[in-house]
């Protein structure tokens, strides 16, 4: 260590030794620094619950709302990954998709529950919450894999240029979801106000963990589960099966697979395929949990972008890993900023977030786990 | 030296394209009549209020069927446009509609359409917080045209910025609220509350009128949370709420997209949702929209708004609409913006 | 040298000229409408774009980044000289100082921003640098979003009250600003032609044509791009100063992922290979987006957001260099007598083609 010091000399190593120590201090303020809010107006120690050792409780709350939304995450920036890591396109259509399919989904639910007005969850089954699920995922899976073939199978290798054509399609798509969705409501046909689907009924309880009373709620563990099982899927296709090996192949090397015979045509539109389809799972879940509304497709691809610039491009353990920091950052920055008077600063989570990516990006340009180049 | 030669090919050039220019600026300046009120009618077409576009405009042209002789061009379609309008001894054109997103620079655009190229005298509009204080601030610079606010209920375009020309004709978000705190207080007993609202205008204004009403009468707030509009995940500002038994209640001044699913989240965080422990500003109202939550919050109170769309079922929605005591609430309107925040 | 390299440079010279006689007459010749919404807006936008054509064309670097960092001048100068007084602006820190330095500072900060965006982005390339300077656009427009400190949600308005005294008042003037917004553009155009041929200019060609060999001549290549960001950025700031002087007030909505993908279009639109493309696409989007406005597609349905991204979509597959590209195949295709003409390689077009001096 003393060597790579003299080696690399102090002042190279400054960057690191500053991004370490916020890193440290900020796991160290919600360990141990932070102090419980007294109501008093608060200081750069006061936060909502305190720190760690305050309020174990409040910290495994916060834990898992963070784990069960990177599930979530996960499931959408997948997909994206996927598509980037194959054909090095920049799907920018895939918030679109995401916006697409969540409203198919709630209306294949509205028309099999045939409420008219309203859900109670104790009146949807699970095959009501799967069937819409897998409804919006063939929908939006053939429509991604109809523009692929349409518009990016024939300009392989224009990144710049595939990635302005997916723009002008989410431009498109997105502007067409408004004007057609929501179908079923009070008001009239269009408009892309927020709707929600309905979690199955057997989802409408807590868990008890046994540990520091914490009762936790089923349906963002299964938000959780969701995006496990989905991971596990992934990991089995594409270290398991043929395809998933050609899949990978093409990843790290177009070319060289491409004169092995392989059609990488045909791999292409299967990896878009699964890449929208993603998209799809992930909206229904993300509608689900909280609604969908026009304006959630650019959140959705921020936060895909973020993820897979975090994690990496085309890596499935870097989308796993930019779900879960980015998350982690979001959740705990959300609860742990310090409150002082009503101003400040919970709403400085933003910040964080950027200063995520610039710590990830000032070490690793091509992100945790991508491979340069 | 050789390059003046091109101005001896530039002028005959030059001369055509202004030529050309001068006939494309004649044709677009349509003549303007002295005997005429030019009208303009701005509301969302997109975002997360465009639901009700067709709703606005059918409100906004409503007087103009009925007093000043307007025949409707569609009856089913308002935005259509309206013919044979007259209102004393002037005729009225309907020149033309905005569309807004609920953003502060879609409204200014729109507007600048409607004022300067379609040259409208009046404009009624715009409906939301924010698009209100960009066309305040706008209204200064032209002071010769009116301004009607549509539906916008934040305080700033006639408190603080508050230009001559604009004018506002029903209460303002704060006021809309009058007597929320008041009901909670005594019907329902409450004492110690916590709110959660909207970092935005119209979340502060909103938000003020509850908070004055209830503390005017004796209430307490204890805890204020300022989730950014949009939230994708509520659940973190949901665990900064006081647990519920610390609490005797919460306000909900969460609107746009994040109704129903702040409200899922707080499910999620303390279980059901007690219609006794939970009152929110119109954008309750709205939950119509938002099949889930609506049955869960049956029985709350909420603060009014005239009559919004998704208020005219009350009684199947089952929520109870508050009194709109305006002119009453002394107390709101000496309040700045953000004084609920103070 | 003769006086054009081809006939071809020739017409365009007298296109130009004519265009900046044109402009120069502009309030004698256009309704007020045109001059203060469509013309006046047109060059402003014109400067954003052109710094992303800047970017892309001589540096190979498409940037997403160059809408926020419009916004962010925007914002520095708002959240400078606005004042917290009776009726007057509420958001922001309203520092209410001197509008001179205000607008100095303004300018300086964003390009140091620029200069620390570019820092970070200088090592990633193609697309990878798109991805980036995307997420510096939305999460500068989260920013001032969320954090009401510098801004939030709701504008922050009457900025342009407060004017430096050389430029003076300029509500209720549009003719004057409609001239600042021309020297500006005139003087960018002027100065970014100029700065491709200087020595700097000349290695950011080579690094944007092979950064591996210019890396291995031993020119800094992160340091070339970074600074180049940074000038993208100096020239964003200037659109940005023009967009608040324009419009009173700043939001984010004015840095969205709309407003971001819109300045992209118009690049687009114009033509990323050839710096005038960036005025031809602000004045094309600009003209589309004012008149399609009340359009309503038959079938389909849907908003003018349907109909530019259709258009969009068109120009991508058809002529991915735009408008200007499809002039210069036009000149390609009449016989090949234009030099530098022919169809131009979507990824690294020619630089400043069909130029010469």
Not at chain 2, 11 to 32: I, K, R, Y
Not at chain 3, 215 to 224: K, Q
Not at chain 3, 333 to 351: E, I, N, T
Request: hydrophobic residues 50%.
């Amino acid at each position: 260590m003393v060597e790579r010091l003299r080696q690399r000399g102090v002042a190279r190593l400054a960057p690191s030794i500053v991004a370490g120590g916020l890193v440290v201090f900020a796991v160290l303020y919600v360990l141990v620094i932070a102090e419980p809010d007294d109501g008093t107006g608060g200081g750069w120690r006061t936060t909502t619950f305190g720190s760690a050792l305050d309020d174990p409780g409040g910290f495994l709350q916060v834990l898992l709302d963070a784990l069960t939304f990177a599930g979530l995450l996960f499931v959408v920036a997948s997909g994206f990954s996927l598509i980037f890591g194959l054909m090095r396109v920049v799907n920018m259509a895939h918030g679109s998709f995401y916006l697409l399919a969540g409203y198919i989904a709630y209306e294949v639910q509205q028309s099999m529950t045939g409420q008219g007005f309203s859900i109670p969850g104790s009146e949807v089954n699970t095959w009501e919450w799967v069937f819409p699920l897998i409804v919006a995922v063939a929908i939006v899976a053939v429509i991604g894999v109809v523009l692929q073939q349409l518009f990016l199978s024939w300009n392989q290798g224009q990144d710049l240029r595939q990635a302005l054509i997916t723009i002008a399609i989410s431009v498109v798509i997105a502007d067409q979801v408004i004007a057609h969705f929501p179908r079923t409501g009070v008001f009239e046909v269009g408009g892309g106000h927020a709707v929600s689907m309905t979690w199955p009924g057997w989802t409408e309880r807590f868990v008890d963990l046994h540990l520091w009373d914490v009762r936790y709620s089923l349906a963002r563990l299964v938000m959780l589960g969701i995006g496990v099982l989905v991971g596990v899927a992934l990991y089995l296709w594409l270290y398991r099966t043929k395809t998933g090996m050609v899949i990978r192949a093409g990843v790290d090397d177009r070319q060289m697979t491409a004169a092995l015979g392989i059609s990488i045509q045909k791999t292409f539109a299967i990896a878009f395929l699964v890449g929208a389809g993603l998209a799809g799972v992930g909206a229904a879940v993300g509608s689900s949990q909280g609604n969908i509304a026009s304006g959630q497709d650019t959140q959705w691809l921020l936060n895909s972008l973020v993820v897979v610039i975090i994690g990496g491009m085309g890596s499935l353990l870097g989308a796993a890993a930019g779900s879960l920091l980015y998350a982690l950052v979001l959740t705990f920055s959300a609860s742990y900023l310090p409150i002082i008077g009503d101003e400040c600063c919970t709403n400085f989570s933003i910040v964080l977030t950027f200063a995520l990516l610039a710590i990830v990006l000032a070490f690793r340009p091509q992100g945790l786990f991508g491979r340069a180049g | 030296m050789r390059r003046l030669r091109s101005w001896k090919l530039l002028l005959p050039l030059a001369a055509l394209v202004a030529v050309g220019s001068v006939s494309v600026s004649g044709s677009l300046a349509a003549p303007s009549q002295a005997n005429e009120v030019r009208v303009a009618i701005m509301t969302d077409c997109k975002g997360a209020f465009a639901f009700g576009y067709e709703l606005d405009i059918g409100g906004a042209q409503a007087a103009f069927a009925q007093y000043a002789g307007g025949k409707p061009k569609d009856r089913k379609k308002p935005s259509a446009g309206m013919t044979g309008i007259r209102a004393g001894g002037k005729d009225v054109n309907i020149v033309g509609y905005g569309c807004g997103d609920d953003t502060a620079p879609t409204a200014i655009k729109e507007t600048r359409r409607l004022m300067e190229q379609l040259r409208a005298d009046v404009m009624v509009g715009p409906l939301s917080g924010d698009e209100a204080v960009a066309v305040a601030n706008y209204a200064k610079t032209k002071p010769l045209k009116t301004f009607i606010i549509g539906t916008a209920g934040s305080q700033d375009p006639t408190m603080q910025i508050a230009p001559r020309n604009m004018f506002r004709y029903h209460g303002d978000g704060a006021q809309w609220n009058a007597g929320l705190g008041e009901i909670v207080y005594k019907r329902l007993g409450w004492r110690r509350a916590a709110i959660i609202m909207d970092d935005y205008s119209f979340g502060w204004t909103s938000s003020a009128g509850i908070i004055a009403d209830f503390c005017a009468i004796g209430g307490r707030i204890v805890k204020r949370v300022f989730p950014p509009l949009n939230t994708t995940d509520y659940a973190p500002y949901i665990r900064q709420l006081p647990r519920p038994g610390t609490v005797d209640g919460y306000f909900w001044v969460v609107g746009g997209t994040g109704t129903g699913a702040s409200l899922k989240a707080f499910e999620q965080a303390y279980g059901k949702l007690d219609p006794k422990q939970h009152a929110g500003n119109l954008f309750f109202a709205f939950l119509g929209a938002d099949k889930e939550v609506a049955p869960k919050v049956v029985g709350a109170y909420l603060g009014g708004f005239g009559t919004a769309p998704g208020l005219k079922r009350s009684s199947s929605v089952g929520t109870r609409i508050c009194p709109l005591r305006t002119g009453s609430s002394t107390t709101t309107t000496t309040l700045p913006g953000r004084s609920s925040k103070a | 040298m003769r006086l054009w390299a081809s006939p071809k440079t020739g017409v365009e010279r007298l296109v130009g000229v004519a265009v900046l006689v044109v402009l120069a007459l502009g309030p004698a010749l256009f309704s007020d409408f045109w001059v203060s919404t469509i013309l006046t807006q047109t060059l402003f936008f014109g400067i954003a774009a052109s710094s992303l054509v800047f970017l892309y064309a001589y540096g190979g670097m498409i940037s997403l980044a160059q809408t926020a960092l419009m916004g962010i001048s925007a914002y520095l100068l708002g959240n400078m000289v606005t004042q917290r007084v009776p009726g007057g602006e509420t958001k922001g820190l309203t520092l209410g100082w001197d509008p001179t330095l205000a607008l100095v500072l303004a300018i300086v900060l964003t390009t140091l921003i620029g200069l620390v965006f570019g820092a970070v982005a200088s090592r990633s390339f193609g697309i990878y640098f798109l991805m980036l300077t995307l997420t510096y656009a939305v999460i500068a427009n989260y920013f001032f979003g969320q954090v009401t400190q510098f801004g939030g949600f709701s504008p922050i308005a009457g900025i342009n009250q407060y004017t430096p005294p050389f430029v003076g008042e300029i509500i209720g003037h549009p003719d004057k600003l409609y001239y600042i917004a021309f020297g500006t553009a005139l003087a960018v155009y002027l100065v970014t032609r100029y700065l491709v041929r200087t020595p700097f200019g000349l290695s950011l060609q080579g690094i944007r044509d092979d950064p591996v060999r210019m890396s291995s001549l031993g020119y800094a290549v992160p340091l070339h791009r970074a600074l180049a960001f940074a000038y993208g950025a100096f020239i964003a700031s200037l659109a940005g100063i023009l967009l608040v002087w324009w419009d009173g007030q700043i939001a984010p909505g004015n840095i969205g992922i709309g407003a971001t993908i819109e300045l992209l279009v118009m690049c687009v639109i114009g033509g990323l290979a050839r710096i005038e493309g960036a005025w031809l696409g602000a004045f094309t989007f600009i003209v589309i987006n004012n008149y399609v406005r009340d359009v309503e597609l038959p079938v389909i349905g849907g908003s003018f957001n349907t109909i530019i991204g259709l258009v969009f979509l068109a120009i991508v597959i058809v002529s991915p260099d735009g408008l200007m590209g499809l002039w210069d195949r036009l000149w390609g295709s009449l016989g090949r007598r234009g030099g530098g003409a022919g169809p131009v390689p979507a990824p690294s077009p020619v630089a400043g083609g069909g130029t010469s001096s």
